[in-house]
């Protein structure tokens, strides 16, 4: 998993896009030709969505349009990732195959007309990706364009077919051993849910109220299992013929089929996709938070931003433009996280289909437009860093991220419709972005000894194996930060009990939880340090822990809210409501604090970041991103690669990126 070979073969940082020169004209070619020389593009992702044009006729190959585009290319001096079409079948695939088709979990089947209109599970759908895998690396494997392979795009579609019910039940089989052990890990018991035979098992369909929660999160594994089987298929076959680096590129925002971990380790380079959900400082900080998942992912290799827009940042029901120069910022603060480049979706505007509107590095107004020379600045910037290609990032810190909570608390019947995951995961990460801090993460059961803190503020579901790890991260001298409805389900998702959360976790944090008490909408709790819990709160009972802050009033009055328990050579704190931004921000400085890690660069301004790469060789840059509107002076001046000067500030909006001796 690395992006080695990939820069070597271009020579520094990548710079391209989605490239789909079949929606046009051989004049258009040729502008493209002369354009992306111009914005020293090198490196263009073709084929993404072109299976009808590739396999006209079942089994029946046209490569001759590929062949010229990759000559083309080529010639140009542009490498290649070439891209299997999977995502989006042909009309005369979903006709000879309808079984093969997608159906919602209430048996609604979707035809044709869009994309993604598969089922990975059915056989006719992954023998046909495979042929089209196999028959492109077979022709293109030794091409001296193609640098790296790219397999289908974005996989994250779900489906509830008879097909996904027998790969459900096989999974199922293989998972629990027995249908006793089945039935006991559901918890049939309950609902008069028991089955005597597999064929009664179920994908979880649209039912009549609660789905069986352990169900849910089984079929949530099973799917994303069966996801990376799809790609590894295609992936083998792919290295049966090439010795280029293989990826599929990931999606990295708030909804998840995936477990993403798992992809980290099948994919020669991890690649994401990553379109901010809010606009200004947010978006810089969704940025950072996209891109230290992605390196997490990866091992904290180096990856790829595969796919963002030049002028797009989703914000709820619309698409907003982005400010003048946030092309370069945002890019370069994917480049700050890890990134070994920064491709867009798409070279060039469509005219017409679905995602005409979305915007792209040629817009519809052409080369004559601010995007595309904010485009060709983006080029020429990076162009200039080529020397930071392969250098990492390095954190002291991580935040807990695994699938199965994550699942879990998709699960219906909690306690509290405000329970959530990703919301405590973003402002956990947020809390360190806005310290300055660069941030890892890590799983549960990771080794953890190489973190001063570590923060778990969404660990719903909690394996027996990963709360001993977590005591013995403590116990050897680790700080963790343990958060409410944490630790209170087994990896069966069955109640942990005698109090929350599991017992070795207990013991580390030094307390125990004896009731929920989640809150009313709206309403707050006040704790004796004068911050605010708002969603939920804790009857949490000492046993070694200090109270830190305790409830001020209600039932759980003079109750510890927040405690701290010295165990081992290290703490184990508990917060057991959900505080405030502000007061939540207090408690991880001083977290911080304690454990003395500290921002890259001290005493930066709220808006301004700074992150380190680091080479093997001990090199190091320095990249400090400005997202306000105010000049900002450097603590001390240093040589900025960008403009080949000394830089002392930097400018509304603007970046450095500065050689460290
Ligand atoms: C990505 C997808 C692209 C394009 C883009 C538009 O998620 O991979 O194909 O749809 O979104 O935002």
């Given amino acids: 998993m690395t992006t080695r070979r990939l820069v070597r073969r271009l020579g520094g940082l990548a710079f391209g896009g989605d490239y789909n020169p079949e929606q046009w004209d051989k004049s258009v070619w040729e502008?493209?030709?002369?354009?992306?020389?111009?914005?020293?593009?090198?490196?263009?992702?073709?084929?993404?969505?072109?299976?009808?044009?590739?396999?006209?006729?079942e089994g029946h190959f046209d490569f001759g349009w590929l062949d010229a585009h990759l000559d083309r290319l080529h010639a140009n001096g542009i490498a290649v990732d070439l891209a299997t079409p999977t995502a989006s079948p042909p009309p005369w695939f979903t006709l000879a195959h309808p079984d093969a088709l997608p159906v919602r979990s209430d048996g609604t089947k979707l035809v044709h007309g869009s994309r993604d209109t598969y089922c990975l599970a059915a056989p006719a759908y992954r023998g046909a990706a495979r042929r089209v895998a196999l028959a492109l690396a077979e022709r293109y494997g030794d091409h001296p364009a193609v640098a790296m392979w790219h397999v289908h795009n974005e996989y994250m579609t779900l489906c509830w077919c008879d097909h996904v019910a027998a790969s459900f039940r096989v999974w199922l089989h293989t998972r629990h051993g027995s249908l006793d052990a089945l039935n006991e890990a559901w918890g049939t018991a309950f609902w008069s849910q028991h089955y005597t035979s597999w064929d009664q098992v179920l994908p979880p369909r649209a039912t009549q109220w609660h789905h069986n929660p352990a169900q849910a999160l089984d079929f949530s594994r099973f799917w994303s299992d069966e996801a990376l089987a799809a790609y590894v298929d295609q992936r083998d076959a792919i290295r049966a013929h090439s010795d280029r680096p293989v990826t599929t590129n990931l999606m990295v925002p708030g909804y998840q089929n995936l477990d993403l971990w798992a992809f980290g380790r099948e994919v020669d380079v991890v690649t994401i996709d990553h379109y901010p959900i809010a606009p200004g400082v947010d978006a810089a900080a969704d940025t950072a938070f996209g891109g230290d998942r992605a390196r997490s992912f990866g091992g904290g290799r180096p990856w790829l931003l595969m796919e963002q827009g030049t002028n797009?940042?989703?914000?709820?029901?619309?698409?907003?433009?982005?400010?003048?120069?946030?092309?370069?910022?945002?890019?370069?603060?994917?480049?700050?996280?890890?990134?070994?480049?920064?491709?867009?979706?798409?070279?060039?505007?469509?005219?017409?289909?679905?995602?005409?509107?979305?915007?792209?590095?040629?817009?519809?107004?052409?080369?004559?437009?601010?995007?595309?020379?904010?485009?060709?600045?983006?080029?020429?910037?990076?162009?200039?860093?080529?020397?930071?290609?392969?250098?990492?990032?390095?954190?002291?810190?991580?935040?807990?991220h695994d699938s199965d909570s994550w699942w879990a608390m998709n699960g219906d019947g909690l306690p509290s419709a405000e329970l959530d995951y990703l919301g405590p995961l973003r402002r956990a990460h947020r809390a360190l972005w806005d310290a300055g801090v660069t941030t890892d993460f890590a799983r549960p059961d990771d080794d953890l000894s190489r973190y001063?803190?570590?923060?778990?503020?969404?660990?719903?579901?909690?394996?027996?194996?990963?709360?001993?790890?977590?005591?013995?991260?403590?116990?050897?001298?680790?700080?963790?930060?343990?958060?409410?409805?944490?630790?209170?389900?087994?990896?069966?998702?069955?109640?942990?009990?005698?109090?929350?959360?599991?017992?070795?976790?207990?013991?580390?944090?030094?307390?125990?939880?004896?009731?929920?008490?989640?809150?009313?909408?709206?309403?707050?709790?006040?704790?004796?340090?004068?911050?605010?819990?708002?969603?939920?709160?804790?009857?949490?009972?000492?046993?070694?822990?200090?109270?830190?802050?305790?409830?001020?009033?209600?039932?759980?009055?003079?109750?510890?809210?927040?405690?701290?328990?010295?165990?081992?050579?290290?703490?184990?704190?508990?917060?057991?409501?959900?505080?405030?931004?502000?007061?939540?921000?207090?408690?991880?400085?001083?977290?911080?604090?304690?454990?003395?890690?500290?921002?890259?660069?001290?005493?930066?301004?709220?808006?301004?970041?700074?992150?380190?790469?680091?080479?093997?060789?001990?090199?190091?840059?320095?990249?400090?991103?400005?997202?306000?509107?105010?000049?900002?002076?450097?603590?001390?001046?240093?040589?900025?690669?960008?403009?080949?000067?000394?830089?002392?500030?930097?400018?509304?909006?603007?970046?450095?990126?500065?050689?460290?001796?």
């Fill in 452 to 661: 001063r803190l570590v923060l778990a503020p969404a660990l719903f579901l909690l394996s027996d194996a990963s709360a001993e790890n977590l005591r013995r991260y403590v116990a050897g001298g680790g700080t963790l930060l343990v958060q409410h409805f944490s630790g209170v389900v087994d990896a069966r998702l069955h109640a942990r009990l005698g109090g929350y959360p599991a017992a070795p976790l207990r013991a580390a944090l030094g307390i125990r939880v004896d009731e929920y008490r989640p809150l009313g909408s709206g309403e707050q709790v006040v704790l004796s340090d004068g911050s605010h819990g708002t969603v939920w709160s804790e009857s949490v009972r000492l046993d070694g822990a200090e109270a830190v802050a305790t409830y001020t009033g209600g039932m759980l009055a003079g109750g510890a809210a927040l405690t701290r328990h010295r165990f081992g050579d290290g703490h184990g704190w508990y917060l057991s409501t959900r505080l405030d931004d502000a007061n939540y921000a207090v408690l991880v400085d001083r977290l911080l604090a304690g454990t003395g890690v500290g921002p890259d660069l001290p005493d930066l301004p709220f808006g301004v970041e700074a992150v380190t790469r680091h080479a093997e060789d001990g090199r190091r840059w320095l990249i400090v991103l400005n997202h306000t509107a105010d000049v900002m002076p450097l603590p001390a001046p240093g040589h900025d690669l960008l403009t080949d000067t000394t830089a002392h500030e930097l400018p509304p909006g603007g970046c450095v990126v500065l050689s460290l001796p």
């Fill in 312 to 400: 797009t940042v989703y914000a709820g029901d619309r698409v907003l433009a982005k400010e003048p120069g946030e092309i370069l910022r945002h890019s370069l603060g994917h480049v700050a996280h890890g990134s070994d480049g920064a491709l867009f979706f798409q070279w060039r505007q469509s005219r017409a289909g679905a995602e005409m509107w979305h915007s792209a590095m040629v817009p519809h107004a052409g080369a004559d437009s601010r995007v595309f020379r904010e485009v060709t600045a983006l080029g020429a910037a990076l162009g200039r860093l080529g020397e930071l290609a392969g250098s990492t990032v390095r954190a002291e810190v991580a935040v807990l």
């Fill in 31 to 57: 502008e493209d030709d002369e354009l992306m020389r111009r914005a020293g593009v090198n490196l263009a992702t073709v084929g993404v969505f072109s299976w009808a044009l590739l396999e006209p006729k």
